[in-house]
């Protein structure tokens, strides 16, 4: 005589001998822990439990009542262990977050002459137009010497690489960028 | 060789093109996850359930292929697979490279 329990796959009911339940609750149990903080874990399990009652159907007789070991074991060998690739568990653990630093590079797209304000607004993520401000009102107290300071930066800062999808470079910053390289170029295979 | 260390040798390759089979099979037409372990099983391929569901999530959570329940006659509906418009562009990229890894295995043996 066998004790006959239910099994309940995919939310639906099946009578399952007692030996046949624990032996399913083992590998069921196996698999949760092999799926452990995959994603969609509990959908795989639910697939794997249909899969898993549509195999015992198949090996019973029509005339069964419940599942049987002998039925459920065969099931299970056809289903085999629950295997996930590992660097696919592996991404899923790694929170990969990795900002590329901002870089102090004058801006041609989109600049008034330089890009040198735009470039600094970019470093210091703030509005380019108070920096524009700030720079115009510096021009007016220092008397000229914050304009040999953007000189000077316009001179040395690194340009940007031109992003084919931004804003266009105007007339003048194309112009100054020309002539910057030029002499960079220049001065470069002089000191070499 | 024989066939055991055979087996051992190419498990890393089989491994390895597994995703691309089930792909292949699954752009064959609409499958649900049965379909796709009989028809690998009679190839290199030959998998079994415990290992295709959670590729079948994988490639679902890339994209690359998408289910639809359908009512069956017996049991309850079941999901049926098939390769979305961005996974065959990537089986078509693979194609390519297949082809590539072919020829300069072909090309370093001359």
Redesign the interface.
Known sequence: MHRILHASLNHNPYPIEEDAYAHLETYLAESAIALANYPDRDEILLDLEQAIADQCRRRQPPQATAITLQELSSALEEMGPVRIDEPDSKRINENVTSAAPILFQQISQGAWICGVCLGIARYLRIDVTLIRGFAAALLLFSGGTSLLFYGVLAGIVPYAEIDPNGPPVSRIPAKLREWIEYLRGNIARLTR | MNPITEEHHFAAIK?GLLEFAVLRVVGSGELY??DILTRLEKTEFA?????L??????L??EGWVNYEWQETS???P??YYRLTSQGRNHLDTLDRYWKTIDRTLLELAS
């Open positions: 491994k996850a049965a998998t079994q359930g415990g290992t569901y959670p590729l079948l999530s994988k679902r959570r017996l049991g309850p079941r999901k």
